[in-house]
């Protein structure tokens, strides 16, 4: 078996992009990652042989469009893709991220039921619920920008402060110390919450593009607060690590080149939704597997399991344990449209860094096409 691992688009890590100013979409992603891999795969004469492809996060996305772009190519050269395997992947902003963000602060103790309830009231799909005109599937979406009532800004700020301080990655994790702002690390600090930021504005802006929302209401109506937390500082070992310059002279790259762990490229970002309930179906004997650390905040367990559950597959092996020596290690389930889903227990965002030997199984048994409590 060989491994192949790839930062892109181009401009990100230590790649060098042609035209920094150049605007990255999902689709041309998609298209240039397949010529990447062809090309890789023709010089080191491994055409032909299994092909799967894996990532977490946003990987919730570019992987579902490389596989469509995969799947569809009819060349002679063409890729053979066997499974995609997901891990707490950004799919579809209506159930992503914000509410079941707010949920899961809530069924873990850092929000109260008084402040969730008072949430739920003020906050949630406000602009339909005031104006429902507006009512359509675009203004539902939970990160469809909007104006606020001072109320809900108030209760917003709250839920922010109550998750200000906890790693909302993976809320179990401590937090690394002495590494908040120092001199030292402050750009390293600044450049991975000023993308946590940016990530969600972008979200919201590429909703928002071409449409207009109207508003024709008596309330006073504000900016929407940002929910975002400030969280703490992530652990800098790979920040530090690869900028060393005998790192970076061992690795053959530009030394001039500041590696950090999100770059400041310009990307439309998308959702992937409709690649199970379309592609999906059209290729049943592609493996398709989501995984889910269940202490990840920003793409919870909660909010994957309410996307599957809007595709409205039919179950083929339920809810089942599965364990790690004598221990659960989270469960399983398999629908007959051949999506399964697994979740990690005690994991967070980043599941092989926090439970190494659960991923370990879980990665297995994708590979061999067997569930993991099988």
């Known amino acids: 078996m060989n491994l192949l691992a790839i930062e892109q688009p181009g401009g990100v890590g230590f790649s060098i992009p042609s035209d920094p100013q150049f605007n990255w979409t999902d689709q041309i992603m998609g298209e240039n990652l397949l010529a990447a891999i062809k090309d890789f795969l023709k010089e080191f004469g491994l055409q032909g042989r299994d092909f799967y492809v894996s990532g977490e996060s946003y990987a919730g996305v570019y992987i579902p469009t490389l596989a469509t772009f995969i799947l569809n190519d009819n060349s002679t050269d063409n890729v053979n893709l066997k499974g995609v395997l997901i891990g707490n992947g950004l799919t579809d902003f209506d159930t992503d991220v914000e509410r079941s963000m707010v949920e899961f602060g809530f069924w873990h103790g850092m929000i109260s039921l008084e402040t969730f309830r008072l949430f739920e009231e003020h906050c949630l799909h406000k602009p339909d619920e005031l104006n429902p005109e507006n009512n359509t599937k675009e203004s539902n979406d939970n990160f469809y920008p909007r104006n606020v009532t001072h109320r809900c800004n108030e209760i917003r700020n709250e839920i922010r402060n109550n998750l200000d301080g906890s790693d909302i990655y993976g809320i ?203």
Not at 253 to 262: E, G, K, Y
Request: glycine share 6%.
């Open 172 to 374: 179990y994790r401590i937090c690394p110390k002495g590494e908040q702002i120092n001199e030292n690390n402050l750009f390293y600090y600044n450049s991975q919450h000023t993308y946590r930021k940016t990530i969600m504005e972008k979200l919201k802006r590429n909703i928002l593009k071409n449409k207009k929302l109207k508003l024709n209401l008596k309330e006073d109506l504000e900016e929407e607060i940002d929910i975002w937390p400030e969280g703490c500082a992530e652990d800098l070992f790979f920040d530090k690590f690869l900028n060393d310059e005998k790192v970076k002279t061992k690795l053959k790259v530009d030394s001039s080149i500041l590696w950090t762990q999100c770059s400041g490229i310009n990307y439309e970002l998308g959702q992937s939704f409709n690649f199970y309930n379309e592609t999906l179906l059209k290729f049943p004997d592609l493996r398709v597997w989501v995984f889910s650390g269940t202490e990840d905040g920003v793409l919870s367990t909660l909010g994957t399991m309410r996307w599957i559950n809007k595709l409205n597959f039919d179950v083929e092996k339920d809810w089942t344990q599965y364990y790690v020596g004598k221990q659960v290690g989270g469960f399983a389930k398999k629908y007959k449209e051949g999506l399964v889903i697994v979740t990690v227990k005690g994991a967070g965002h980043m599941v092989p860094q926090d439970q190494r030997e659960a991923a370990y199984k879980m990665y297995s048994s994708f590979i061999k096409g067997v569930l993991p409590f099988e």
